[in-house]
């Protein structure tokens, strides 16, 4: 089955860079991969999505300052942040699905990976 693993969260300073990076195994079993973020009492929030041809959707509260990437296999899968902010401070998922489109909006995702937390300071 599908299996997905984050990494590279970590603390950082505000205004600082991070990238997060989703192994993902069984990848050609996906068609549709995304980031999400809970922060601490808040509802989970969709980051950003991509499909297989690489067409991708950032939410409008990280807008410029976010983007999604992936390699041509589909097995790893990228969130470049930047200029980051103590709101940005939440657990961060990668999910996939079969279809060739989700909204970030629906959270009833195949497959998610166990998060990693990315915690800004000001």
């Known amino acids: 089955s599908v299996r997905l693993s984050e990494t590279g969260g970590e603390s950082v300073q505000a205004g600082g860079s991070l990238k997060l990076t989703c192994s993902v195994s069984?990848?050609?079993?996906?068609?549709?991969w995304g980031w999400f973020r809970q922060a601490p009492g808040k509802n989970l929030e969709g980051v950003a999505g991509?499909?297989?041809?690489?067409?991708?959707r950032i939410s409008d509260s990280v807008e410029g300052r976010f983007s999604i990437s992936k390699d041509n296999t589909g097995d790893t899968l990228y969130l470049e942040m930047s200029n980051l902010k103590p709101e940005d401070t939440a657990i961060y998922y990668c999910?996939?699905?079969?279809?060739?489109?989700?909204?970030?909006?629906?959270?009833?995702?195949?497959?998610w990976g166990q998060g990693t937390q990315v915690t800004v300071s000001s």
């Open positions: 069984q990848s050609a079993s996906v068609w549709y």
């Open positions: 991509i499909d297989r041809r690489g067409r991708t």
């Open positions: 999910a996939g699905d079969r279809a060739s489109y989700r909204s970030l909006d629906s959270h009833d995702w195949l497959w």
